[in-house]
Protein backbone atom coordinates (compact mmCIF):
# COMPACT_ATOMS: atom_id res chain seq x y z
CA UNK A 1 0.00 0.00 0.00
CA UNK A 2 0.90 3.37 -1.08
CA UNK A 3 1.67 6.11 2.38
CA UNK A 4 -1.29 7.89 1.76
CA UNK A 5 -3.90 4.45 1.51
CA UNK A 6 -1.73 3.61 5.01
CA UNK A 7 -2.96 6.84 6.27
CA UNK A 8 -6.47 6.35 5.56
CA UNK A 9 -6.37 3.13 6.60
CA UNK A 10 -4.88 4.34 10.25
CA UNK A 11 -7.93 6.93 10.30
CA UNK A 12 -10.75 4.27 9.50
CA UNK A 13 -8.93 2.39 12.24
CA UNK A 14 -9.79 5.05 14.29
CA UNK A 15 -13.13 6.33 13.19
CA UNK A 16 -14.62 2.69 13.37
CA UNK A 17 -12.90 2.36 16.89
CA UNK A 18 -14.70 5.11 18.03
CA UNK A 19 -17.59 4.84 16.37
CA UNK A 20 -18.16 1.22 17.71
CA UNK A 21 -17.05 2.48 21.44
CA UNK A 22 -19.53 5.46 21.44
CA UNK A 23 -22.41 3.16 20.00
CA UNK A 24 -21.66 0.59 22.89
CA UNK A 25 -21.96 3.48 25.61
CA UNK A 26 -24.79 4.96 23.90
CA UNK A 27 -26.29 1.17 24.34
CA UNK A 28 -25.29 0.39 27.99
CA UNK A 29 -26.88 4.18 28.77
CA UNK A 30 -30.44 3.36 27.19
CA UNK A 31 -33.71 2.80 29.03
CA UNK A 32 -35.08 4.46 32.24
CA UNK A 33 -33.99 4.54 35.73
CA UNK A 34 -35.99 1.84 36.90
CA UNK A 35 -34.85 -0.52 34.04
CA UNK A 36 -37.58 -0.11 31.35
CA UNK A 37 -37.11 0.17 27.90
CA UNK A 38 -39.31 1.55 25.12
CA UNK A 39 -40.27 -0.08 22.02
CA UNK A 40 -37.81 1.86 20.32
CA UNK A 41 -35.05 0.77 22.80
CA UNK A 42 -35.97 -2.44 22.75
CA UNK A 43 -35.77 -2.53 18.95
CA UNK A 44 -32.46 -1.22 18.69
CA UNK A 45 -30.72 -2.31 21.22
CA UNK A 46 -29.31 -5.35 19.04
CA UNK A 47 -28.83 -3.52 16.26
CA UNK A 48 -26.37 -0.97 18.53
CA UNK A 49 -24.89 -4.11 19.82
CA UNK A 50 -24.27 -5.77 16.55
CA UNK A 51 -22.63 -2.75 15.13
CA UNK A 52 -20.22 -2.16 17.78
CA UNK A 53 -19.11 -5.50 17.85
CA UNK A 54 -18.84 -5.15 13.61
CA UNK A 55 -17.00 -1.51 14.29
CA UNK A 56 -14.79 -3.01 16.53
CA UNK A 57 -13.67 -5.83 14.28
CA UNK A 58 -13.13 -3.39 11.40
CA UNK A 59 -11.00 -1.14 13.10
CA UNK A 60 -8.95 -3.97 13.53
CA UNK A 61 -8.69 -5.27 10.60
CA UNK A 62 -8.16 -1.46 8.87
CA UNK A 63 -5.44 -1.52 11.76
CA UNK A 64 -3.80 -4.71 10.66
CA UNK A 65 -4.25 -3.82 6.84
CA UNK A 66 -2.51 -0.64 7.50
CA UNK A 67 0.49 -1.82 9.67
CA UNK A 68 0.85 -5.55 8.39
CA UNK A 69 -0.27 -5.03 4.65
CA UNK A 70 1.19 -7.13 1.59
CA UNK A 71 1.53 -5.91 -1.97
CA UNK A 72 -0.48 -8.35 -4.36
CA UNK A 73 -4.10 -7.92 -2.98
CA UNK A 74 -3.95 -5.24 -0.20
CA UNK A 75 -5.44 -2.11 -1.89
CA UNK A 76 -7.98 -4.22 -3.49
CA UNK A 77 -9.20 -5.78 0.23
CA UNK A 78 -8.86 -2.42 1.78
CA UNK A 79 -11.41 -0.75 -0.44
CA UNK A 80 -13.94 -3.82 -0.47
CA UNK A 81 -13.79 -3.45 3.26
CA UNK A 82 -14.28 0.30 3.13
CA UNK A 83 -17.42 -0.16 1.37
CA UNK A 84 -18.57 -2.97 3.37
CA UNK A 85 -18.37 -0.78 6.38
CA UNK A 86 -19.86 2.08 4.70
CA UNK A 87 -23.06 0.11 4.10
CA UNK A 88 -23.16 -1.17 7.60
CA UNK A 89 -23.45 2.40 8.98
CA UNK A 90 -25.87 3.64 6.34
CA UNK A 91 -27.64 0.44 7.25
CA UNK A 92 -27.90 1.27 10.59
CA UNK A 93 -28.92 4.87 10.53
CA UNK A 94 -31.71 3.93 8.11
CA UNK A 95 -33.15 1.30 10.27
CA UNK A 96 -32.27 3.58 13.61
CA UNK A 97 -34.66 6.22 11.63
CA UNK A 98 -37.38 3.77 10.27
CA UNK A 99 -37.64 2.49 13.90
CA UNK A 100 -37.77 5.98 15.57
CA UNK A 101 -40.34 7.36 13.08
CA UNK A 102 -42.37 3.75 13.77
CA UNK A 103 -42.01 2.90 17.23
CA UNK A 104 -43.19 4.43 20.32
CA UNK A 105 -39.91 6.18 21.75
CA UNK A 106 -40.62 7.05 25.09
CA UNK A 107 -41.50 10.86 24.35
CA UNK A 108 -44.31 12.08 26.91
CA UNK A 109 -46.43 14.69 26.88
Do not use: C, Q
Not at 8 to 18: E, H, K
Not at 42 to 63: D, E, H, N, R, V
Not at 86 to 100: D, M, P, Q, R, S
Request: glycine share 10%; hydrophobic share 50%.
Amino acid sequence: MKPRDKTVAYFLSVLALLSGILTYMSTVSMGFPDGHLTEFEFAIKPLFITYSILALLFGIFFYGLARFSSKKYSKVLFYFTFVLFVLLAIGLIVLYFYFKTNLNHGGGG
